[in-house]
């Protein structure tokens, strides 16, 4: 089965797909928002640092467990230690992919909402409209956020079942083109604003005395989270790679164009948040609350509105296509089902689990998990456990377990392509990325604060 494995059709659809693996709302929403939480500029420095120094690293080695197993997440494991216990990374990262998809497609939801809002002129068709109490309304209605998560998720589906090459690399080569080219058409809209270079100033101009020790970690996580590791997409991403696919320079090329998507988000979102006098650190508040504000001040407001969701709706989709992608292929190659099968289960175990996320901010309000809503059970429950656990072990997994000569073998392309800094790599796998991970992971469960007593 593993011969027959089908790949992508050419090496852009590699990097494409790969990218929009990566890039989703966590580019184009939340690095803005922790950008402005952390200080602006010191934060994105670090940031860089970080994605050059671990992302890459840990990207290229789920690459190589992906390809050399040619397998799913659990399979891969499965091949590569037969018989032990290392498979429940795997399990660790579909179940996770499976939890992040069922609560990301109630805010990927939100965005059709906001696109139809636009669209049917009821954003700013009425006067004196508070967009607080606007979204929180929408919000905590039961039927409507839990309509456009199905249909969001009718759209990842389809996607899915068309499969690799027909579905997940055409919609990658029609999606990642044109988010780049809204961005960039927001950007511009952005800086021709009035005040607009207190924005930039911010965004681009060191304040190193904001660096914290706090900040540097946020910085780490955000680089970790953004190239979506530990979650097995990468792993299974990787699995549909050809033998000829440059594994160590589609990383750079991943992780560049990533970074490139988030540093654009910033230059879109700062110059307009400073030109309206908003708080930068406004949060989970700036993309349905703050946001509409701006457009509202605008001309031809409904229309930078519509694009500006429209790129989001997009962003968010490249994510869900990837999560789904990670539960589809387990299910489909340790079940033995046809795809459009395997993706059907997926798609609706995701909805159903989707409904109470979605009713946490209406009905259901009063029910907790560990004093939190069920849907922030979810995003702390992933976010702050599952994924630094994943890759961390993902890290030591390659660093201790596999053969060096294989794993050079691999990364190498067999010999044809160089990798002169192969040592330092393993180094990195071995010791500076666990730890590394290990203190990002201990930082968000709090348990670093409570050892240094700060």
Known sequence: MANNRVTFGSKLGVVLATVGCAVGLGSVWRFPYMLGANGGAAFLLVYILFMIFLGIPVMITEFFIGRHSRSNTVGSFKKMAPGTKWCWIGYNGILAAFLILSYYSVVSGWTLEYVWQTLSGRL????DIDYTADFQDFASNVFRPIFWMGAFIGLTHFVIVSGVEKGIERASKIMMPLLFLILLIMCVRSVTLPNAEAGLLFLFKPDFSKLTSSVVLSALGQAFFSLSLGMGCLITYSSYFGKDTNMQATAWQVTIINTLVAVLAGIMIFPAVFSFGITPSAGAELVFITLPNVFGQLPLSGLWSCIFYILLAMAALTSTISLHEVA????????????????????????FLGIFSSLSFGVMKGFTVG?????DALDYLTAKIMLPLGGMLTCIFVGTRVDKKVLKAELTNEGTLKFRLFGAY????????????GIVFLNELGILKWITGK
């Open 124 to 127: 700013y068709g009425q006067p």
């Open 371 to 375: 004093g939190l809503a069920f849907f």
């Open 328 to 351: 589809t292929a387990y299910v489909l190659e340790e079940f033995h089902m046809t795809r459009k099968k395997a993706a059907l289960i997926v798609s609706l175990g995701v909805f």
């Open 426 to 437: 393993v180094f990195f796998m071995k010791y500076v990325a666990p730890i590394a991970i």
